[in-house]
């Protein structure tokens, strides 16, 4: 079985300063929810890992998280595909939790949730944060440049190894490409 491990603001969505505090509020980057479909009848199982500090920082609470991703579950159905499973971290940023990215937490809690070892798993973000989490636990860093993206890209500290992409789409066409 294989895997991947999506961030959602900046991947799957468009990603906002403001916050993403509706489902009205939330909408899909052109071409992801097609991408995610593609991958998921090539037989990966799609996994999203999200810092939602919105939540912590009392601009939307948890049934409202809980409707904004219900939001795009749907939206994945309708294009075709599904996803497996949500991890978030509600907590504040300035929290100690171990589950807000650049922390490996959510990461550790998907290894043991499907019982895989996360080594060479894909996982894709538009941040410095997302990247950090997945390597530190062997994942490999895919970087799109869309939501914060472009400005990561420009990074001294990107992982070693970080492939680049401009969306979703495109990693999903390499990723089922043939090698
Ligand atoms: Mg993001
Ligand atoms: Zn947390």
Redesign the pocket.
């Given at each position: 079985m294989k895997f991947i491990i999506l961030d959602r603001d900046g991947v799957i969505n468009v990603d906002s300063a403001q916050f993403i505090k509706s489902p009205d509020e939330w909408k899909a980057i052109p071409g992801s929810l097609d991408a995610i479909a593609r991958l998921d009848q090539a037989g990966y199982r799609i996994v999203v890992a999200t810092?939602q500090s919105g939540v912590g920082r009392g601009l939307f609470d948890m049934d409202t998280l809980n409707a904004i991703n219900d939001k795009m579950v749907r939206l994945v159905a309708q294009a075709g595909g599904s996803i497996d499973a949500i991890f978030f971290?509600?907590?504040a940023a300035d929290?100690t939790?171990?589950?807000?990215k650049p922390k490996p937490?959510m990461f550790l809690q998907i290894a043991e949730r499907f019982n895989i070892d996360l080594a060479g798993v894909p996982t894709v973000g538009d941040s410095l944060r997302d990247l950090q989490a997945g390597v530190a636990v062997g994942c490999t860093p895919y970087l799109v440049l869309t939501g914060k993206g472009t400005k990561t890209a420009l990074s001294p500290d990107l992982p070693v190894g970080t492939k680049v992409f401009a969306d979703l789409a495109e990693v999903a066409d390499y990723l089922l490409s043939a090698k």
């Open positions: 810092n971290c509600p907590h929290s939790c171990e589950c807000r937490g």
